[in-house]
């Protein structure tokens, strides 16, 4: 897959350093961070370095802290292999080390308000990038939630407005899955929360709710007996300056498409030099 999107990055050849490197000269290069905050996306380049045959070091592993101005790994072997990959593996690095950052800390701050709460990402990714940026959220400590379709149903609004009742729509898709997959419905009252909940469901997307009213849902399935029985997520609206609220209503598990959508990278850089 790396193959392919370096592939539409280089196009039928590197014009540049095909008229300016020698077939046979040897390099070294380092990946350098200039920003502080998680490192993702080494795995990533060992493989790319080995597809390419260039040797690989690496300085630092997927998850840990960088600083600015620190050396990420080193690189060795065909400059010209070297330079091909550059833009398009540093691209990819930046991308997934800003996203593990992020990840990082709205983890760090969930947690200050609930120890046990999971912070986890959406669809809400790049096409074609998808795999990586879930990896990214995981190395990050979050979790990936759903990667495709097919991992777990989960009944949406759009599904309800169609079908025209939400316990037919529950019935409907527990009679059509594999008892190996779990069932999610989003609602967006305390009385669909509790229908949902009756019917077995067992995970309530509590779509954009305040925290106020995530806090009268959770009172309304305790006092039906149902708190037990789900799993409940947040999601919607949902950023690094409100996260703390929103942990702090008990939820089991908060999701955010700031995670994918709105992260900033982690600027990295190659320096080469010839050997």
């Not at 070297?82 to 540093?90: D, H, M, V």
């Not at 690095?93 to 709460?117: D, E, F, H, W």
């Not at 959406?122 to 990038?129: A, E, F, I, N, Q």
Request: with cysteine; glycine share 8%.
């Amino acid at each position: 897959m790396m193959r392919k999107l370096i592939k539409e990055d280089v196009g039928f050849e590197d014009i540049t350093t095909n008229a300016l490197i020698a077939a046979g000269l040897e390099a070294e290069a380092e990946i350098v961070s200039r920003d502080k905050g998680i490192i993702a996306g080494v795995e990533v380049a060992e493989i790319t370095c080995d597809d390419f045959n260039l040797d690989f070091k690496p300085y630092k592993l997927d998850g840990d802290k960088i600083r600015e101005n620190e050396a990420i790994l080193s690189i060795k072997g065909s400059a010209r292999h070297i330079l091909l990959i550059e833009r398009t593996l540093l691209n990819l690095m930046m991308r997934m080390s800003g996203i593990a950052t992020t990840t990082y800390k709205l983890v760090q701050k969930a947690r200050r308000y609930n120890p046990n709460v999971i912070i986890a990402g959406t669809r809400k990714t790049t096409p074609g990038l998808q795999w990586w940026e879930k990896q990214a959220i995981r190395i990050g400590g979050g979790d990936t939630h759903r990667f495709r379709l097919d991992d777990c149903a989960m009944i949406k609004d759009n599904h309800v407005s169609l079908i025209g009742d939400l316990e037919e729509a529950i019935k409907k898709v527990r009679s059509y899955i594999s008892f190996t997959k779990k069932i999610e419905v989003e609602v967006e009252s305390v009385e669909d929360a509790i229908l949902a909940a009756r019917c077995g469901a067992d995970i309530i997307l509590l779509d954009n709710m305040g925290p106020s009213l995530i806090k009268d849902v959770i009172k309304a399935l305790e006092r039906e007996n149902l708190r037990d029985n789900v799993i409940l997520e947040a999601s919607g609206g949902i950023k690094p300056d409100n996260i703390g609220e929103y942990a702090a209503t008990g939820v089991d598990a908060i999701s955010l498409g700031f995670i994918t959508h709105s992260t900033p990278v982690i600027d990295l850089s190659l320096e080469i030099s010839k050997i």
